[in-house]
């Protein structure tokens, strides 16, 4: 617990209207999309850049754990305060301070909410692509904790391929800068890299230079349905080969389909196993090519149905499905295990065939969506958090998920990053060796193990 005459302390350096101890501020944030709760002792709002180094001092100064928190929507329980402390949350410090056309840039505090960023960007002709499902709520600073990811992966990358430079704070109260406002930057370590996906447990970010695109002038987006999901995935390994080069290969399986259907109130085909979403961008010309390549690859595959949306009002009510999965399959059962398992493209098929036979075998519910193109399979596990038989065949198959993963050289995470959920399989996907030169890292930006502490190890 943090004794009063830190929070006096704290009041003092950052102002009354910015901290909180009082315990319904404590419990909203003390939890995130994960369920997981973990109350904090106290809560502070920064607004500029020096209360973070104000409360950085106060937390040296007694010893008092500090965890950075953007929106809270993420899965990996990474903005917890899971040894108590400080949560210091960056919502306030959420403006646009530059974006430039000539420079392709826009430099932004972390609490930006990334849909802001991108209709700002977009309204200047220009375009920021990370797009994480959690766009309208999720923060930038959250996102570069946890490298986020998107459906627009497969042609434009994470959010680590936008970031050109970063503000920050040690928990020795120094600020340093890493990277700067150039696309090639080679000289020194690339500590940039390293900050960003960290989850908050290196430093603070205060200020992040992200690199802008041209925005794209034409955007088709498909609709193709499969009567299996096997099906869905050959297709998916058919337009990745036939260079159609498309910015989005979504898919979905029949079960969140069916869980759509439900809560919009809609009948599902019986016929329908598997429903793929193809976006593609770019010039006129370009655009029309690959649509006569998509075109081709839509006919070798033989499809139950497909659907084109040219407008925006067309496309998002495509994306319309894809978005309300995640509310949808909320209402199967009352706890939902949201995994983001990355496997090589040729082997999705094999993942996928392998998860089915796991939900079978061990009567779980398991419903499968997610970013097809660049391997990025979200495994959605239904539990009820009451029935002890179910979540220990949910332990099971969880660990058998992850095996398997990284056996055919997949990864544990592609989006939602370590944090608490996935802490306990590291130690399949890195050696010993690895993980200590990890905890070795840490320790350089981080002697006391004050900032972010019980995250990642």
């Known amino acids: ?70 929106a809270g929507v993420g899965y990996s329980g990474g903005a917890l305060a899971v040894n108590g402390g400080i949560v210091l949350v960056f919502t306030r410090m959420n403006r646009i301070l530059r974006l430039e056309r000539e420079n392709l840039l826009a430099v932004v505090e972390p609490g930006v909410i990334t849909s802001d960023l991108q209709e700002a960007a977009a309204k200047a002709g220009l375009f920021y692509p990370p797009d994480p499902a959690s766009l309208k709520t999720s923060t ?60 908050g447990t290196l430093a603070v970010i205060t200020r992040a230079t992200l690199r ?14 499969f009567a299996t999901l096997e099906a869905g995935a050959r297709f998916v390994q058919r337009v990745i080969q036939g260079n159609v080069q498309p910015s989005v290969l979504e898919f979905m399986d029949r079960s969140s389909l069916q869980a759509v259907c439900d809560y919009q109130g809609r009948t599902l085909d019986p016929r329908l196993g598997a429903a793929v979403l193809v976006e593609i961008d770019g010039g006129a010309a370009e655009v029309a090519e690959r649509e006569t390549r998509l075109e081709e690859e839509v006919a070798a595959a033989r499809p139950l149905g497909r ?96 095996r398997r993963v990284i056996e055919i050289g997949g990864t544990l995470s592609g989006e939602h990053g370590i944090g608490l959920s996935k802490r306990p399989f590291m130690g399949y996907q890195f050696s010993p060796a690895e993980l200590e030169l990890f905890r070795r890292l840490k320790k350089v930006f981080d002697p006391d193990n004050l900032l972010n502490p019980g995250k990642i190890f």
């Open 1 to 70: 617990m943090i004794e009063k005459r830190t929070i006096k302390e704290l009041i003092a350096r950052v102002g009354r209207g910015k901290v909180f101890a009082d315990r319904e501020y404590l419990l909203a944030y003390s939890y995130d999309a994960t369920g997981l709760e973990f109350l904090p002792d106290a809560v502070v709002f920064a607004e500029r850049e020096e209360d973070v180094a104000a409360v950085i001092a106060v937390c040296r100064r007694h010893g008092v754990p500090l965890v950075p928190r953007g």
């Open 140 to 199: 930038i600073g959250g996102n570069l904790a946890e490298n986020a990811g998107g459906p627009r992966c497969l042609k434009y990358g994470v959010t680590g391929n936008y970031v050109l430079a970063l503000e920050a704070f040690l928990m020795s109260g120094e600020k340093v800068r890493f990277g700067s406002e150039t696309i090639k930057n080679v000289a020194g370590y690339d500590l940039r890299s390293l900050l960003v996906g960290s989850e």
């Open 212 to 225: 802008l695109l041209p925005l794209p002038p034409r955007r088709r987006l498909f609709r193709v349905d």
């Open 307 to 402: 659907e084109r949306a040219e407008t925006p009002a067309e496309q998002e009510e495509l994306w319309e499905v894809r978005r309300a999965v995640s509310p949808a399959i909320a209402r199967l059962k009352p706890k939902k295990i949201n995994e983001d398992i990355v496997v090589p493209c040729g082997r999705i098929p094999e993942m996928v065939g392998f998860i089915e036979s796991l939900a079978r075998e061990f009567s779980l519910c398991i419903v499968l969506f997610g970013h097809f193109g660049d391997g990025n399979i979200h495994t959605n596990l239904m539990v009820d958090p009451n029935d002890a038989g179910e979540m220990k065949r949910a332990e099971i198959v969880l660990d058998r998920i992850f």
